[in-house]
């Protein structure tokens, strides 16, 4: 008997990205019912979803071509208090489905009685009697009767015990708890834009209310809640994870950077390290009180205290909102950047304090950005870009992700490694690089590449480098027909 699931349970089961599902959906191969996919469609468009007849019951979790065992073994798994909180719910609930089907069982037995007695008394001779028990006979023997058991549902269910879904509301959103991450943590690392302060339990920023399901305590919190809140279901979502296999929260979520607010933190250097000759990685790292609230793809300013004025100079950050404490930005060799020249010199060491302000910038995804993503970076614009790249697949909503990154110098594709391994683990995910001394004529270049191989798909496009780069980049993709709300630019330095 088909089961239904949602989307995003949908694609852990047959472990595909869900921009996949969400691409078939949008095309009609797959048909929704109040957002719900059944399983028997799953398997009808992924077969490979099969148990293995080994008839032994270790390995009823094997798939044929891809071990969902294996799966499950890679995933961090929760606490035993965790675990054994989600079990205990999925025992009460089959407890009451057993009680029900005990009951319509004994409903249904009484009512052939019922009608062999009638049958009976009406001696034998009313049709309508007769066809009445032999339909209930039937559809009794049907039901008793030995079924095939629903692989994606055997899945369905231990996917429930060692990860949790969770829907926000009134978003709609969805993400999966996973091993012992909080329902920050787990929302973060699903590209949520959830509202937070300190990530340790000070500040309360981070309420949300359970309206459907149960959370555990998973840190000490230092904040208070009121009875009032207890009362109506209100939990730090830093200091709680998913009690039940399902959970719907109630909680505001940013729309945009306008919703960001311009924070100063002092932070650590962490690491500074030569990614290639030009171009030098430095590692921030915020305290745990106070840690960096950012949308991908924006830019912060770095100060180092050194005279009246100091030394400050505008950055993008490079890596994901998801860890919001390690902050890293790719800076180039330049002679009118101060920060650059000192970092390049050595005199900028572990431990040494940078101040950041910010978050600045608007060069973020689009909500609900549902489009193939085209990126386009040059040099160093490639920071920005790998923010919103590493957002893109937290999001897991993109059908598919290309990525095309022009060097105007000797070094510039100095995470060429990243790029080939994202292209090696990501089915979605595509990249090619190229080279121009010129950011202009590289980007004609660019844009002609781009029409040749992708024009012809609804993409949307983000675009960063220098400004040469960037305005004839956008330009040539505008008059070829691209809409203005579909180009996504950043000039950066």
């Keep these: 008997m088909a089961q239904w699931v949602t989307v995003w349970r949908a694609a852990q089961l047959v472990g595909v990205p ?39 019951l270790e390995r009823v979790v094997q798939i044929r071509d891809e071990s969902f065992g294996k799966r499950l073994r890679e995933r961090v798994l929760p606490s035993q208090e965790v675990m054994a909180q989600r079990l205990f719910r999925q025992s009460q609930e089959l ?12 409903l249904v037995i009484a009512l052939r009685d019922r009608l062999r007695e009638a049958q009976t008394q009406a001696g034998g001779g009313d049709p309508r009697l007769a066809a009445l028990q032999r339909q209930l006979n039937d559809g009794l023997a049907h039901a008793l009767a030995t079924e095939p058991v629903d692989v994606l549902d055997v899945m369905d269910d231990l996917l429930k015990v060692v990860s949790a879904q969770v829907t926000v509301r009134p978003s709609g959103r969805q993400f999966t708890v996973e091993g012992h991450d909080s329902l920050l943590q787990a929302g973060m690392k699903a590209g949520l834009k ?96 106070h840690r960096l609230r950012f949308l991908a793809g924006q830019w912060v300013t770095l100060g180092l205290a050194e005279g009246e004025q100091g030394v400050r100079a505008d950055h993008p950050v490079a890596s994901c909102p998801c860890d919001d404490r390690n902050l890293h930005f ?21 431990g040494d304090a940078v101040t950041l302000w910010g978050p600045q910038g608007r060069f973020v995804l689009a909500d609900d950005e549902s489009h193939p993503l085209v990126f386009a970076a040059c040099d160093t614009g490639f920071a920005p870009v790998k923010s919103l790249i590493e957002h893109a697949l937290s999001l897991d909503a993109a059908p598919s992700i290309t990525l095309f990154w022009l060097a ?18 990501l089915d979605p995910f595509e990249y090619s ?47 070829a027909g691209v809409p203005a709300s579909q180009l996504h630019a950043e000039v950066t330095s």
């Excluded at 929704?32 to 032994?56: C, N, V």
């Excluded at 180039?332 to 060491?349: E, H, I, Q, T, W």
């Excluded at 110098?409 to 090696?424: K, T, Y």
């Excluded at 781009?450 to 993409?459: G, K, T």
């Design 433 to 479: 690089l190229s080279t121009h001394d010129d950011p202009g004529t590289g980007a004609s270049q660019m844009a002609a590449a781009i029409r040749a191989d992708l024009f012809d798909i609804d993409c949307a496009f983000y675009i960063a480098g220098p400004q040469a780069f960037v305005s004839t980049l956008s330009a040539e993709l505008a008059a």
């Design 18 to 56: 869900r921009g996949v599902l969400q691409q078939r959906v949008r095309s009609g191969e797959i048909a929704l019912a109040d957002g719900l996919i059944s399983t028997e469609t799953l398997l009808a468009l992924y077969p490979q979803a099969q148990l293995e007849e080994s008839g032994m």
């Design 330 to 350: 790719f800076v180039p060799r330049s002679a009118n950047d101060a920060l650059a020249a000192r970092l390049f010199a050595g005199a900028v060491k572990p």
């Design 194 to 289: 959830l509202n937070y302060g300190c990530g340790n339990g000070s500040c309360g920023m981070c309420k949300v209310r359970v309206t459907d399901g149960q959370v555990v305590r998973c840190m000490h919190s230092d904040y208070a809640l009121s009875e009032p809140e207890k009362a109506h279901g209100y939990v730090l979502a830093c200091a709680h994870t998913a009690g039940s296999s399902e959970l719907t929260i109630e909680t505001l979520e940013a729309s945009g950077p306008d919703d960001i607010p311009v924070q100063q933190i002092v932070t650590s250097v962490r690491a500074v390290r030569a990614l290639a000759p030009d171009t030098m990685l430095l590692h921030l790292q915020t305290p745990r009180s």
């Design 95 to 106: 407890a009451d489905v057993q009680r029900h089907l005990q009951r319509y069982h004994a």
């Design 408 to 425: 105007t110098r000797a070094d510039g594709h100095f995470l060429a490694n990243q790029c080939r391994a994202w292209s090696q683990a």
